[in-house]
């Protein structure tokens, strides 16, 4: 997850803590996250960790090396000498507030993927929601491509939302 530059490596690891927020430089990045250098020690921001986006083809979409970046530590092990941190922790969830603004609601949205138990419908520039197969129409569709196609126009009702879970269920209304 990390790893210590020397003996300055060694004494900022032993100052971090859970929580804090702290500045560091990418010092490299890999398929599966960023490392950050924050005084000669490196610790790993997760892809995960790095976005709330919905998704994103490379973590170099999102950091790149040597840029300053704020982050806010999430675990620490001295013993191993590894750290891992985070980016999107420092900004709100927008699930969060989709749900305190939509859920319950009608709002339009585009077909992403269609797939054997329903359709993926983009609702919000980060995620996307499922319309399973018995939501699709009020007639019985045996099919979801028979209902939607990628990329149509929708209007779905923000059935349920799942926090925990980052899902979203909708339903499809003719």
Sequence with gaps: MAETAGRGGWTVLETLERGQVCKGVVSSIERFGAFVDIGGFHGLV????????????????????????TIVVLDVDVERERASFSLKALYPDPLEEFARVQFGRLIPGRVERVVRIGAFVQVHENFAGLVPIHELAERDADQPESVLQIDDEAMVEVAGINLHRRRILLSLRS
């Design 46 to 69: 997760n892809a995960a960790e790095l976005t709330w986006a919905h998704h994103f083809e490379a973590v170099s979409d999102i950091v790149e090396v040597g840029q300053e970046v």
